[in-house]
């Protein structure tokens, strides 16, 4: 059975980074095989971990009206599904994507579910990069995750966002083992004490400060992989320290 990683936050939190820096780790621990899911229609988990992507779930949901003959809707779906699973090295990456029309995401989000469900358990490790907001908490397009690990900015207004996106996850439901806070470019002057006890206000569980780091912004703005950075980056660092407490299986 794998265990399942699911990033949640507001836009501009730095989610998909943090994402990234977590398959690092994983691969540097090589606590493979993983499942990499960018479950944001405007994808960008591809870029972060430089794997270029030619077919996307949203692609094959603009083509299903086009089933070759003798083949079943459901066994067509299941092929170009197979199909858009790209090997990487070190682990696998499917991408949701967007319609390329006008049609609505809820069925390329329907799919993605359905099938990281029937893959997960050929992996030990899935880590799904989730769009930003609340939307594909409604949709249930995060489920079942062991941890859901919200991601946010060092300041009021990110930690309002991450109590909303924990109040969400219970008021639906979702069979989650953790919900866990990372607060994000946390400056070297550490947190203002407000912040620590806003935390506290709203009782979530704050696993990770990760510090502004030169090296991420560096690969960043290279549009290097984040797997380029050294392991000895202090934003890694904490990374990789976050899942050996609570990720190794």
């Known amino acids: 059975m794998s265990f399942n990683i699911a990033l949640a936050g507001k836009g501009g939190t730095g989610k998909t980074t943090v994402s990234g ?6 691969l ?17 988990l591809n870029e972060i971990l430089n794997v270029d992507v030619d077919v996307t779930i949203g692609k094959i949901r ?6 070759p003959h003798g083949m079943t809707k459901d066994a067509y779906i299941e092929y170009r599904v197979q199909e858009a699973l790209i090997e990487a090295a ?10 390329e029309g006008s049609g609505c995401y809820c069925y390329a989000n329907t799919l993605t579910k359905k099938y990281v ?12 990069d ?7 908490m409604s949709r249930r397009t995060t489920h079942s995750p062991d941890i859901l690990l919200i ?29 866990l806070l990372i607060v994000n470019r946390v400056p070297e002057s550490g947190l203002d004490q407000r912040v620590y006890d806003e935390i506290d206000k709203y009782g979530l569980t704050l696993a990770a400060e990760l510090p502004v780091s030169s090296d991420v912004i560096e690969a960043e703005m290279s549009k290097e992989s984040v797997a380029t950075i050294p ?14 407490k609570y990720a190794v299986k």
């Open 130 to 136: 989730n769009e930003a907001g609340l939307e594909h």
């Open 90 to 99: 070190g682990f696998d990456l499917i991408v949701m994507g967007r319609p």
């Open 62 to 67: 603009e083509e299903i009206s086009d089933v």
């Open 117 to 128: 469900d029937m893959l997960a358990d050929n992996y030990k490790y899935v880590l799904i």
């Open 28 to 44: 540097k621990n090589d606590f493979g095989p993983i499942l990499a899911v960018d479950a944001d229609a405007n994808a960008n």
């Open 151 to 179: 991601v946010s900015d060092p300041n009021m207004r990110g930690i309002l966002a991450a109590k909303r996106l924990k109040d969400l996850s219970e008021e639906l439901k979702l069979k989650v083992g953790k919900v």
């Open 21 to 26: 820096l977590i398959m690092k780790s994983l």
């Open 231 to 244: 392991d000895d980056d202090k934003a890694f660092k904490v990374i990789d320290g976050f899942l050996k």
